[in-house]
């Protein structure tokens, strides 16, 4: 049985067994290439206690699938794998793993940034930390778009 490629959800996951399934869908698998996001403990200089993530249901796995049907006619990738995490986090919990297969590395590592870059500027995602000045939501960074724009896409900048 194959794993969906987008899961939004509240609980945590687990990396070996997210790669190990990834892995196993194809037998052509060369490369396996995963970026793990976790919850920071500091902000814009600021002691982050807690971050709370909001989205739009349907809506934002749709916004994912787009993504990867992007990545996936852009490089030669035999599997993707998107897990966000929403709901209330701590520091050092994981928030995101974005995994994909190939036959070679470059294709792999190549589009595992392209989608890390396009979700931090594309995906409809909503996230306000706690600080011990109140409670922020967090804006989108000039630094994302940047790494976003590097990719030749022209698209609208996302909040959040």
């Not at 070996?16 to 500091?42: I, N, Y």
């Not at 897990?83 to 190939?102: F, K, M, N, W």
């Not at 000039?142 to 590097?150: F, G, H, K, L, T």
């Amino acid at each position: 049985m194959t794993s969906p490629r987008v899961s939004i959800q509240t609980q945590d996951f687990d990396v070996s067994a997210e790669l190990a399934a990834l892995r196993a869908q194809d037998a052509r698998v060369g490369a396996v290439c995963c970026f793990v996001g976790t919850v920071r403990d500091r902000n814009e200089g600021d002691a982050v206690a807690s971050m709370e993530l909001e989205h739009y249901p349907g809506m934002t796995e749709k916004s994912i699938e787009a993504m990867i049907d992007a990545a996936l006619a852009r490089f030669a990738l035999y599997g993707v794998r998107v897990i966000h995490r929403v709901g209330l986090l701590q520091p050092l919990e994981q928030i995101v793993l974005v995994a994909v297969t190939s036959a070679h590395r470059g294709e792999s590592f190549q589009a595992c940034e392209f989608l890390m870059d396009y979700l931090k500027t594309q995906a409809p995602f909503w996230k306000k930390e706690q600080t011990p000045q109140g409670a922020r939501w967090v804006d989108a960074r000039v630094s994302d778009d940047a790494a976003m724009a590097r990719w030749g896409l022209q698209l609208p900048p996302m909040a959040g």
